[in-house]
Every structure is written in C-alpha cells, then in structure tokens.
C-alpha cells in the first residue's frame, strides 16, 4: 500500500509537471507540439539521472524508485498524448510533421536517457 501511494504521489507531481509545460510550450508551434516533445525529453533526463543515483549510489533508497522511477517520470512523460498527436497530424495530411515528430521523439528521448545516466555519472562520482 505504501509503494501504490509514493507512486500516486510522484505520479501527480509528474502530471502537473506536464500539464504546465505543455501549456506554456504547445502554443509555440500550432503544428508541432513542442510541449509534449520537451515533457517527454526532461523526463527522459530526469529517469536517466535518477535512475544512475539510484542504483548505483542510493542502495537504501527503496522509497524512492517508486516515487521517481514510476511515478514522477511515468506521470511527466506521456505516450498516449505522443500517440494522439501523431494521429491528429496524419489525419490533416501533415505527413512530413508526423514522421518527423516521430523519429525526433524516438531519438531525442533516447539521447536525453543516456545524457541523464552521463550526467549522473559525472555529477555524482
């Protein structure tokens, strides 16, 4: 019961977290939801960073995989809205937005996973 609790509470923290910069970024570009792509990439750097803390220099934070991990970062990114997105640009004829949204979420995620657990790395030995 605890652990379903810290993952509610990090996983509200990491919707709110979404909701607001997607709100203040989205507006940006009409065609190009910019907000959801920054979301999704900070939460990739978040789970990169805490991820590496957590596992190799936190051995009794058993709280905080939870809160983190899950909750946090499961609540801040967001594929359902990443998916619905796509969708919407395929079905206006934004093809060349679709695809490009796609392959630039896929590979700017991955990048700011591995430059989270870089960062961790250098931050914290």
């Known amino acids: 019961m605890k652990e379903i609790l810290l993952i509610f509470c990090g ?9 607001f910069v997607s709100k203040w970024l989205n507006p940006v570009f009409k065609i190009y939801p910019l907000g959801t792509l920054t979301a999704n990439f900070l939460s990739c750097i978040v789970l990169g960073l805490v991820a590496y803390i957590l596992l190799s220099k936190i051995h009794a934070g058993d709280w905080l ?9 499961g609540g801040f990114s967001t594929f359902s809205t990443f998916s619905n997105e796509i969708l919407i640009m395929l079905r206006e004829g934004n093809w ?3 695809i490009f949204y796609i392959l630039s979420s896929i590979i700017i995620s991955i990048l700011a996973l591995l430059g989270g657990g870089w960062l961790g790395k250098v931050l914290f030995n």
């Open 11 to 19: 996983g509200g923290l990491g919707s709110l977290c979404r909701f």
């Open 65 to 73: 995989r939870p809160v983190f991990l899950v909750g946090f970062c």
């Open 96 to 98: 060349q937005y679709g």
